[in-house]
């Protein structure tokens, strides 16, 4: 089973970026969709971004035009580019491979990476 290591949150200003990186560490990295997920405090995860397994995208409404998703598959990565961070930005990301159209987590969650968006 894959598992996930999110990495490259931090603090930023608003209106500033960050970019984050999950490292899969398992086989088949290139044969799942993968998703961002967010938290807020201990708010339910929810999904900010969606890359399949064939390059297709999809971004919550809040986020679109500001944030990209991306992967690379011979070095087991996925991105999330975050650009124009507002207050509501904030919280822990984490990665998991999406499953099904309630886009269900498949595994277990690493530790996810926090972002804190503040002046």
């Known amino acids: 089973q894959v598992q996930f290591a999110e990495s490259g949150g931090g603090l930023v200003q608003p209106g500033g970026s960050l970019k984050l990186s999950c490292i899969a560490d398992g086989s088949g990295f290139s044969g799942y969709n993968l998703a961002w997920y967010r938290q807020i405090a201990r708010a339910q995860r929810e999904v900010v971004a969606v890359?399949?397994?064939?390059?297709?995208?999809d971004y919550a409404d809040s986020v679109k035009g500001r944030f990209t998703i991306s992967r690379d598959n011979i070095n087991n990565v996925g991105y999330l580019q975050m650009n124009s961070l507002n207050l509501e930005d904030a919280g822990t990301y984490y990665c998991n491979v999406p499953v099904g159209r309630g886009r269900t987590p498949g595994v277990e969650w690493g530790q996810g990476t926090q972002v804190t968006v503040s002046s």
């Open positions: 890359i399949t397994s064939n390059g297709y995208t």
